[in-house]
């Protein structure tokens, strides 16, 4: 009796993992859900569902030859039509069974081939799932139960609809996000200006933000334009704030205060008269 159970479960399982593995490829490969899925995860969630799925199966199967309830031969479990218990529907499992393995192994050896005999083996996984859901409809010992039943039902309408929203996207693939560099930002390229030929003026400078770099243009403007400034009788000025200003030029310089003489001045005439007036008396 454990044994019937345990193989009844390991059934369930396998047709789950397939279920999930033709599901999550579907997906990958379908253009409004795969782009957020990276390439290499896809292909080992995909690996890992299947393998896990064929394990299953394996222990049905070993469960079958095993059991003492329903009496299975090795080639009633793997020669189509060799069965006795309802030879079609066990025939369907056991094709389901060699799709399943074919496209196990092409997955394994994946880089030994190129990638469209790979594709048209994969696509046996398709038809592997629909036979186990056939096989598991009329053969399985549960499939009288309401929510087995359920389940083949939705798990057979969700990859018919993945199927058919591939079918829309006319076999466009998914446009997958490039991977980010290490630091997180891209290496910034090198703002220095470019060479100036010999014999050209070098370019103006650009205004920064603050007008340092405007400040630094008009002086330099100023100190060449003073010569020319002169000679057409102007002068240039540059303010304490940077301004720069042209003003008439001066006809001379400005004088400067000549130093006081060390001798002092003669006295007036009429000062000394009365000096010796008063000498006298």
């Known amino acids: 009796m454990t044994t019937w159970i345990i193989l009844r479960a390991a059934g369930i399982g396998a047709?789950?993992?397939?279920?999930?593995?033709?599901?999550?490829?579907?997906?990958?490969?379908?253009?409004?859900?795969?782009k957020r899925i990276a390439k290499q995860s896809a292909i080992l969630i995909h690996q890992f569902l299947s393998?896990?799925?064929?394990?299953?199966?394996a222990i049905h199967i070993g469960g079958l030859l095993v059991d003492s309830y329903m009496h299975f031969a090795p080639q009633d479990v793997l020669v189509p039509g060799a069965s006795t218990y309802r030879p079609i529907p066990v025939a369907l499992g056991i094709f389901a069974l060699y799709a399943m393995v074919t496209v196990l192994v092409s997955s394994w050896t994946r880089r030994r081939y190129s990638s469209n005999l790979w594709r048209s083996l994969?696509?046996?996984?398709?038809?592997?799932?629909?036979?186990?859901l056939l096989h598991g409809v009329f053969a399985g010992a549960d499939a009288t139960r309401r929510w087995m039943f359920l389940t083949y039902v939705i798990t057979g309408s969700?990859?018919?609809?993945?199927?058919?929203?591939?079918?829309?996207?006319?076999?466009?693939?998914?446009?997958?996000?490039?991977?980010?560099?290490?630091?997180?930002?891209?290496?910034?390229r090198s703002m220095s200006p470019p060479p100036v030929p010999v014999g050209e003026a070098p370019p103006p400078p650009?205004?920064?933000?603050s007008g340092v770099g405007a400040r630094l243009a008009g002086v330099s403007a100023a100190r060449d334009d003073i010569g020319s400034?002169?000679?057409?009788g102007t002068e240039t000025r540059i303010g304490a704030t940077g301004s720069v200003s042209r003003v008439p030029a001066t006809a001379s310089e400005p004088t400067t205060s000549t130093e006081a003489s060390a001798i002092p001045a003669s006295p007036h005439p009429s000062t000394v008269t009365v000096r010796r007036n008063m000498e006298a008396r």
């Open 122 to 132: 994969h696509m046996a996984a398709g038809p592997a799932f629909a036979l186990a």
């Open 51 to 57: 393998t896990v799925g064929l394990v299953l199966l």
């Open 15 to 34: 047709y789950l993992m397939l279920f999930a593995s033709v599901a999550f490829g579907l997906v990958a490969t379908t253009a409004p859900f795969g």
């Open 158 to 188: 969700i990859v018919v609809f993945l199927l058919l929203l591939r079918g829309l996207q006319g076999g466009r693939k998914p446009v997958r996000r490039a991977q980010s560099s290490p630091e997180g930002s891209t290496p910034s």
């Open 206 to 209: 650009v205004a920064d933000a």
């Open 229 to 232: 400034g002169a000679r057409a």
